[in-house]
């Protein structure tokens, strides 16, 4: 007997304004990405000796760094490098992941072998030593980053979604659709995919939070834009020198990415708990 | 103080929804109590109530459940555990899921023993000793749970109820899903343990047959409450409370088709939990309720009948079906002379890798003609029924249908070929398209299937309610899916429909409804019905004839009647329920001889085990393969015990 | 089992060669001219072409790549570019140091991990669940660069309860050397910590809520006696394979938190070799890594199977 649990409890409602917050921290990060020229208070790439080190305070609010650049600024302008990236990286992975995911789940036989294989493959290939090597060959532009990001979250978004297909295929309802003689598309399309959906979507926000996480490292690393750009990832690693002199320099960029993936790692954890719940 | 158990207006809640409201009964020590009931109706939450405890989200609203004079319910957890360890013991329905996987089944019994105060040696001793009264083989304690079958760990779980030798036993469903042989071997274990223990029994089920037979006392529960209770053999053969009418008569028999006894289901479904109405809860679906049913619950009348409690203001007025005891001969359904038949399986092998799932099987069916299959779980019906329909084309054999070669695989199969075989399956929650309404897979089966009429009328064909087409799967019954299922399968005319277990999710009065529908459709379209189940009864209801499957191979073929009454093949008779098997051993390695050489009762040791046995025509149109004589093959009167309505 | 392990094997020089290949491309095409590199910007034209053509650049590429791996295979991997040093003891010190550095971070994950998921499964959809949950899940979702900078700019920089950097200085004993390791380690935890909670937290629920616990407590088995005969095995086995991709996590994060702590370990010094260009050591540090990636990959699907009694008889079979 199936118990009715408690599975319909009465904080959902709390909970879905809780969720609004993350919603906010995205949004705001969004329109900062969009706007920044007419929202920062200096220009972010305006160096002035006789402000250099200068901590919190009034005039700059996050102080300056080495060059006397105004932090709030900087963090505001390195926004855009961040967000510009993540979204197509994200539905690069996700499309492709997806189409390969579902035709091999759906075809089955050798093809899906094969994919398997390769996908296994790529899968143990290290990102990290993949990405450095990629940006090596290919040089370092947000384009190159989308494409190894993307390109890493193929075969992740692929399994998965292979996974949730062999799942559903073995359903009567598509052994009643294959017998009733619904050709292949139909049967990936009509049938299997809007019954997969919340996979896809679970994979997508959580990619999305990966993104982000990968594009603010490849910074970190310097293998993100050239030098110069108010990156987040580049801005922690060229002030962490002067982290003691200048802990501010670190932290804003650092509490600013902390903010964004934190934002996004939450929504689509609520994103998943909602699906799941149905 | 009152010896036994004692169970007092107890009432329970999830949240705001009510699942037991104000149950009474007392169960004497060394008697059995029976639980009726279908899913949802409050048994597993009454279940577990006897031992002190709620399933998540759940309270206790009212009442009492007394042990031996012992309030359970009143007792701090520390008192409640130690009751416990003497007090009561369960066995479940689950019983793969009540042992630790990763503990060795000897050790999990030596900790029941060592609660009880037992030292490690002896209580490691102590547990062999209990698995050898269970029929199980010393290195059986050293085994861990997934390397038993189900009906070892089954037993398992009774060494248990031995070793904790407890006051109460509740039994909830302790042989649903155990095959025909294993369950009767599983209920000889428990009658002889409560004759040793002496204690309550608590037998909570849904089938009416095995309480009939097992029980002294039977309650039946309905929507969470007690609507009949009494002795078993009075509520079963003449109940007084229109469910338990209704119950009895959705509920199909052995050795009665549906030309002798047709089944009456129950209107409508259950309410739905934590639904309120002043009224009685059944009124709803009643056929003998009146203005007065819907205005105020019943009381418990103790003097309807006596020696019984019913919660009813009509007791003994609903109307019953009766058995037409007539002579008519099988109304098979004859093959024309020179019409090739609808469909012939010949010399069928399907497997998975390396793992013969079927060996060889012929089977025919004629057009329009009702055939059953019968055999326990991972005998091949499945996938029989997957190879005929073309969903599971790997392996050798020929296929024909209506006198053309079939090719195995859908894909090879013309598109006017495949609509002439349709399927229905088993689970209900997964045979519909979640993200469709229920017009839009209609309206997409008869597209693909060039039916004729419009959604609407092959809505009504099928009796599916209009409101019930804008519906998703999601917001629909069990019942009301396996409708829209079978709609699904009609939308063009189909000449074969395969129905893989259809009913067997389902409960008793809805799966009533079910066989009523199939047998309409084929009435109205002479579709012929492969038609599979588990369950005798079921399968004897619409078969015209039978055949049945045991581990891969084909067994027996025949009319309906001979095969389920016998002569029959001796694993039949097994079947049938009369004949216990013998404890299986492990397969033949070799495989030579009959696959059912080490269960049977009639084995020749010599022959069955080194010589496969042939297929003989024990009566005309009637094979049977086996090495016995036909005289000498078992006969099987059918032993449903339930009722005045047997023939 | 046993074809799981022998599927498992096969698949290993596959990635192998497949690394090896991509390793090659890359650098091969990567440094532009080696023999301008090697021999500075004074060198006439002449002189880098000669040597080009002695280092056999002019090959084409299969026989480059064929002899590049005849090379690798044979253990000379050349010497640096930059730090002039043979590429084969370059390589091996840093390894010892970022397994010491990845051992130290898996000793403090594991307790952590399952402490947190095994409280957050048996108290689930409390407020202490919530908040472990919550907390895993946004440290999992941060760059283990910035949970460092955090950590440093409170524990090194306010408080100087840790140093700054993640090398010990000569004379420094063990301790003293945990303590220079203690927060490069404790960012790699925290950014793992999340995943594995997750799954002990998952498997707890789906023990504690399971059959057999339910049955233990229905014959008044102590609850302690139920923690640990029943849910503390049978939830942290599934975990292992959870471990095992954080495992690979904690190597991949090794690039980055050495970065962030100037410790010399492989990761940096793959990073610094591809800022260099200094292709002997790229390769070798690429490959290393690679190497030390698909073991701990292999071990961890086997310490799963074998952990699990279900599967572990079927690989006596």
Redesign the interface.
Known sequence: ??????S??PRTAARSRAGLVPVAVILLWAVVAALWPHLVPHDPALQDPTVRFRPPGPGHWLGTDQFGRDVLSRVLAGARPVLVVAPPATALGVLAGTAVGLISGTVRGWFDDIVM?VL??VM???????A???I??LGRSPLVVVLVVGAAFVPIVARSVRAATLVERE???V????????PLPSLMV??IL??I?ATVLVEATTRL?DAV?AA??LS???LGQPPGSPEW?AA??DN?VW??VA?WT??AP??A??SL??A???LS?ALRHRLEAR | MTAGLRVEALSAAYGPATVLHEVSFAVTPGETFGVVGESGCGKTTLGYLLGGHLQPGGRHTGGRVTVDGTDILALDPAGLRRWRRTGVAFVHQDAAGALDPTMRVGTQLAEVLRLRGLGRGAAAAEATELLRRVRLPGEAARRYPHQLSGGQRQRVMIAGVLAARPRLIVLDEPTTGLDAAVRADVLDLLARLRAELAAAVVLISHDLDLVGRHCDRVGVLYAGRLVESGPAAGILGDPAHPYTAGLLDSAPRLGMPRRVRRLAPIAGRLPVLGATSPGCVFAARCPVAEAACTTAEPALDERAVPGRVVRCLRPGTAPRITAEVTSQTAATVRPEPGQPPLLEVRGLVRGYGDTAVLDHVDLTIGAGEVVGLVGESGSGKTTLARAIAGLHAEGTGQLRFAGAALPAGLRRRSPALRRRIQMVFQDPDTTLNPSQPVWRILKRALRTLRGKPGVAALAARTRLDEELLRRRPGQLSGGQKQRVAIARSFAGAPELVICDEPVSALDVSVQAAMLELLAEQRERTGTAYLFISHDLAVVGYLADRVAVLYRGVLVEQGPAGPVLAGPHHPYTATLVGAAPSEPSQPALVNGAGCLFFHACARRIAGLCDVTAPPLAEAEPGHFVRCHLDPAALPRTEPTTSIGGVRA | MRTFLLRRLAAVPLTLAGVSILVFLATDVLPGDVGRTVLGREASAEAVALYNRQLGLDDPLWLRYGRWLGHFLTGDWGTSYTLREPVAALVGGRLVASLTLALFAFVLLVPVALGAGLVAGARHDTWLDRTISATGLALGATPEFVTGVVLLVVFSVQLRWFPVSAQAGPGDGPLAVLGHLFLPALSLVLLCTGYVARHVRASTIAVVDGGYVRAARLRGTPPARILYRHVLRNATVPATSALGVQLQFLLGGLVVVELLFNYPGLGALLLQSAVDRDVPTLQAAAMVLGLAYLTVTLLADIAYRLLDPRVRLAVAR
Do not use: C, H, W
Request: proline share 9%.
């Open positions: 007997m199936s118990s009715p649990g408690p319909a409890r294989r296994d493959a143990v290939f290290p990102t990290v030593i993949a450095v090597l990629f090596a060959l359903k009567p309802y052994d009643a659709a294959r017998l009733r003689g619904e009509r049938e809007p019954n959906r939070g996480f603010a490292t970190f690393l310097g990832g922690v690693s962490r982290l003691q802990p670190v932290l650092a509490l990415i902390g993936v934190v996004v790692a939450l954890d």
